[in-house]
């Protein structure tokens, strides 16, 4: 069974541009979770998707937003990038997206430098 | 404020021998526990879980032992091994969401 896609892998911006990431989760696998890691706050929580509904967020300012498509698979956008943005941003599958006792699957992540 | 933390930055262990690697958590909402290996630029992979209803699971050499009265948990690896050598993660998750906190990671090294 294959894994969680992300595309692109690698992406360079400039500041105040806007950037699109994809992920493709696990067949079967119906929840969808981003996260973002930075040298200085490690890993953090954007946010979560199941059947195409928005049911966890985190502490990111509105310029992050997510949606998610009825085969499930995920995008993520980051409107007017700041050079804070840079970062490795990882999505993650699970089954059911129900309560807690389900493991998380990530995939290999996009690199996102904004110059 | 960190509710998951893991207070070793590094850890360093001749192979064949144990690793402990361990994380505390503050909120005793987390109803469930996992353990994750990174490399740099790539994403965690899943080792182990635990739920809260129980205090050890075991997976061949990796076992993860919660301790919820003291609100910490321990992954131990035995035999180690040099592939081992990454950083490791552990995360939590509380009650009816599927919003993982990640400690700050431990890095580890097994040296032959």
């Known amino acids: 069974k294959a894994g969680v896609t992300q595309t692109p892998r690698y992406l360079i911006k400039t500041r105040g541009q806007q950037v699109t990431l994809s992920c493709s989760p696990i067949?079967?696998?119906?929840?969808v979770s981003w996260y973002q890691q930075t040298p200085g706050q490690g890993l953090q929580f954007l946010f979560e998707?199941?059947?195409?509904?928005?049911?966890n967020k985190g502490n990111f300012p509105g310029r992050f937003s997510g949606r998610q498509f009825s085969n499930s698979r995920s995008e993520m956008n980051v409107s007017t990038l700041e050079l804070g943005d840079s970062a490795l941003y990882l999505c993650?599958?699970?089954?059911?997206?129900?309560?807690?006792?389900?493991?998380?699957?990530f995939g290999p992540g996009t690199r996102l430098t904004v110059l | 404020d960190q509710q998951v933390k893991q207070n070793s930055p590094s850890l360093s262990v001749q192979e064949g021998r144990i690793s402990i690697l361990n994380c505390d958590y503050t909120?005793?909402?987390?109803?469930?526990f996992l353990w994750y290996k990174k490399y740099p630029a790539e994403g965690p992979t899943f080792l182990i879980s635990?739920?809260?209803?129980?205090d050890k699971n075991e997976d061949g050499r990796f076992t993860v032992f919660l301790n919820k009265s003291a609100k910490h948990l321990s992954l131990h690896i035995v035999p180690s091994q040099p592939g081992d050598s990454a950083v490791y993660f552990c995360?939590?998750?509380?009650?009816?969401?599927?919003?993982?906190?990640f400690g700050t990671g431990t890095r580890l090294q097994v040296f032959p």
């Open positions: 635990i739920s809260s209803i129980k």
């Open positions: 067949s079967g696998h119906r929840s």
């Open positions: 998707y199941f059947s195409e509904t928005q049911r």
């Open positions: 995360a939590a998750s509380e009650i009816n969401t599927d919003k993982l906190i």
């Open positions: 909120n005793s909402m987390f109803d469930y």
């Open positions: 993650a599958s699970k089954k059911q997206g129900l309560a807690g006792g389900d493991t998380q699957y």
